[in-house]
């Protein structure tokens, strides 16, 4: 597949996180909706075409082939401590986890009985722990109306179990959330409110310290190894450090940037997921990794 570098790129960057000449580039726009990238040990990365319900590999070499049809309409996804994919399968507001063979374990089905919102991303830390999202976005199709449960939170799945819990039910459209390689601190999105918020996560993996980190939300994120958070939506991907000062400004001419994550073999690779298309642009830094 053809790829081709975005006319128009210019790109704020005070840090000097891209690469010196480096260009956006488009790989592919022959999807529906691209969402949830993921990026496995070898740097390989996974995202999906939920409208189409398919989850797509884009490997190290730069060969495109689709991973999953029938993916439960998968949306965020992340790798697990074993290598398996842990994907938000809001076809039926669910939770599974697929093996490197595609196979599939259901690890949730519901709240205490209700049918989740739509479970849309996720962070699973070195325990296998999954802490998730759960806004409400009616899907075209779910053969129910309507939510099951009042609010739109944030959860907790602990490992092993099939039973999320509520972990913070103060907002409007929860969404975009990442966890720090060291276990130590969790960044969750409220795209409708417009604002970003940072956990301390506690020995025993419940979150207290919630701090508003940045007046603006996002749809998906990611960590570099400078511990620099990338945000998207609108205008493209907008970098923060860790102090919260925007450091860079990443246009993407699509209407809308969906997730992004870090992948290739070396994990200086930005991979962009923006409505039809999906992108890469070549970094001087990598992404976050575990110690």
């Known amino acids: 597949m053809a790829q081709s570098e975005q006319e128009v790129f210019t790109a704020f960057d005070t840090t000097n996180l891209i ?3 480096a260009t956006l580039i488009r790989v592919s726009n022959q999807f529906s909706f691209t969402e949830g990238p993921a990026v496995d040990e070898a740097g390989n990365v996974f995202f999906t075409d939920q409208p189409n319900d398919r989850i797509w590999r884009y490997s190290t070499d730069g060969t495109l082939s689709v991973f999953k049809e029938k993916a439960g309409r998968s949306n965020g996804m992340y790798f697990d401590p074993s290598g398996n994919l842990v994907t938000c399968a809001d076809e039926n507001n669910e939770i599974w986890s697929i093996s490197p063979q595609g196979d599939v374990t259901v690890l949730m089905t519901d709240h205490k009985g209700s049918r989740l919102n739509g479970p849309n991303d996720l962070w699973v830390d070195a325990t296998g722990n999954i802490y998730f999202t759960d806004p409400y976005y009616e899907r075209d199709y779910w053969k129910h109306d309507g939510p099951d449960i ?3 939170h944030l959860y907790f799945l602990p490992y092993g179990s099939s039973q999320p819990e509520k972990i913070d039910t103060d907002y409007v459209k929860p ?4 966890g720090t390689p060291d276990g130590q601190r969790l960044y969750v999105a ?3 409110d417009d604002k970003t918020y940072r956990y ?3 020995p025993d993996a419940s979150l207290s310290n919630r701090q508003l ?4 939300g ?4 990611i960590l570099d190894e400078r511990g620099n958070l990338y945000l998207t939506g609108g205008d ?3 970098v923060y450090s860790a102090a919260g000062e925007k450091i860079a400004q990443i246009p993407v001419d699509e209407d809308w940037t969906g997730n992004i994550c870090f992948g290739g073999a070396d994990r200086r690779m930005l991979f962009i997921t923006a409505s039809e298309s999906i992108y890469t642009l070549q970094m001087q830094v990598a992404g976050a990794k575990k110690p």
């Open 218 to 221: 996002s749809d998906g994120m």
């Open 190 to 192: 409220d795209i409708d």
């Open 236 to 238: 493209g991907v907008t």
């Open 213 to 216: 980190f940045v007046e603006q």
């Open 150 to 152: 009042d609010g739109e």
């Open 200 to 202: 301390d996560i506690n």
């Open 175 to 178: 969404n975009g959330i990442i």
């Open 19 to 21: 690469a010196p000449g």
